[in-house]
């Protein structure tokens, strides 16, 4: 079993657990032939898998990160009535979030309901600093069925806590039009600075 460092995760929901540090360093280590910088960068062991899950499609590392979460969640698991995954802002083959998602509730024994869905092509927040900004672009980007959240202890979950916006933001619409009991929030990681 990886070895996991979890971290509390602030914002408009109950309660946030990402499970480890996104990176441990990243050090510039030149440009390559494209003029791009390159960095060496040292990742927590679960932060390692899902890299390779996310950006090399190696499906096995989604086990070790399954297991590694769903270990974590078990004591927790008679809090939650359902998991709910943030829906991707980037078309993938394999959707991580989804993937994880699924293993997750089928290990702890928690229904995974997709039932956030976007009202328009979601502008990408990556780079984007500004809160202002953040919040205009995500500003009514969301919405729920809310068959499946009235009345309903949701744990949402994510691969990745940055700035906390979108998570946020969903948290806002569960409670609200989604009607949700409560909303907590556990991701795999989050970014040691908030940007």
């Known amino acids: 079993m990886i070895a996991i460092n979890p971290q509390k995760i602030q914002g408009k929901w109950h309660a946030g657990i990402a499970l480890d540090f996104h990176t441990l360093s990243s050090t510039p280590i030149g440009y390559d032939e494209h003029g791009h910088m390159q960095f060496d960068t040292r990742r927590p062991a679960i932060a390692e898998l899902l890299y390779q899950l996310k950006y090399k499609g190696d499906r096995n590392a989604a086990q070790g990160i399954i297991a590694a979460a769903s270990t974590f969640l078990k004591p927790q698991r008679q809090k939650f009535d359902l998991i709910i995954p943030v829906p991707s802002s980037t078309p993938r083959a394999l959707q991580p979030v989804t993937l994880l998602a699924q293993g997750i509730g ?82 795999i990681t989050r970014t040691r600075s908030h940007h």
Do not use: M, W
């Open 106 to 187: 089928a290990a702890v024994g928690l229904p995974v309901i997709e039932c956030i869905s976007t009202t328009r092509v979601p502008a990408p927040l990556k780079g984007i600093e500004d809160p202002a900004r953040r919040a205009e672009l995500l500003k009514g980007l969301f919405a729920v069925d809310v068959r499946h959240t009235a009345r309903k202890r949701v744990l949402l979950f994510d691969d990745l806590y940055r700035s906390g916006s979108t998570l946020n933001a969903i948290t806002d619409v569960l409670l609200q039009a989604g009607q949700a009991a409560t909303v907590s929030v556990l991701t």
